[in-house]
């Protein structure tokens, strides 16, 4: 599945995903390939994204800085304030303030 998170200042992620969990306003949720079609609002959180070929980054949205962290060399995190996400088609788009 394809994944593309967007921020007002900048794409922040657009890639083929493994799945994908986010912070949605009744609790986190995951999606995978074929996912029923969705529209949610999302709160503050992380956004977890399952690769299987990146390295394991910690995105910190507000300062620009990427750092390595030592858990898991397959998964993304993306710390989101709110936003909202649409998956259809198998595509997911985030967008993320």
Do not use: C, R, W
């Amino acid at each position: 599945m394809y994944l593309e998170i967007v921020s007002p200042e900048a794409t922040l992620f657009s890639s083929e995903v493994d799945s994908v969990v986010v912070p949605g306003v009744n609790g986190d949720f995951e999606m995978l390939n074929n996912h029923a079609p969705i529209v949610s609002l999302l709160k503050e959180g992380t956004i977890k994204i399952h690769t299987h070929t990146q390295s394991h980054l910690v995105f910190d949205e507000l300062h620009g800085e990427v750092q390595p962290h030592n858990d898991d060399d397959k998964i993304l995190l993306l710390k989101i304030k709110s936003g909202t996400i649409e998956m259809k088609d198998n595509k997911v788009i985030v967008l993320a303030d």
